[in-house]
């Protein structure tokens, strides 16, 4: 993954979790994994693996297209 893609994963991914009101380290809990994979992620300093963009989405109350691609559901269908 280049990093340009994870530069926009990671803004993907901290507006998801703003929006959901959830800090890092609630993140990880609920995903099984420690605060510093999150941070990485958030930071662009590493891609998460597909398992883990899985995992995202659940506890984000999300897709994945949202993570990965910053495509809003709620924009499509408007």
Same mark, same amino acid.
């Given at each position: 993954?280049?990093?340009?893609?994870?530069?926009?994963?990671?803004?993907?991914?901290?507006?998801? @979790?703003?929006?959901?009101?959830? =800090?890092?380290?609630?993140?990880? @809990?609920?995903?099984?994994? =420690?605060?510093?994979?999150? =941070?990485?992620?958030?930071?662009?300093?590493?891609?998460?693996?597909?398992?883990?963009?899985?995992?995202?989405? @659940?506890?984000?109350?999300?897709?994945?297209?949202? @993570?990965?691609?910053?495509?809003?559901? =709620?924009?499509?269908?408007?």
């Amino acid at each position: 993954m280049t990093q340009e893609n994870k530069d926009k994963l990671a803004s993907n991914l901290q507006k998801l @979790i703003e929006k959901q009101g959830m =800090s890092q380290k609630e993140l990880a @809990i609920r995903m099984g994994t =420690s605060e510093a994979s999150i =941070s990485r992620y958030l930071h662009g300093k590493r891609a998460p693996s597909v398992r883990a963009v899985y995992y995202l989405a @659940i506890c984000l109350d999300t897709t994945v297209d949202e @993570i990965v691609k910053g495509i809003w559901w =709620s924009e499509l269908h408007d």
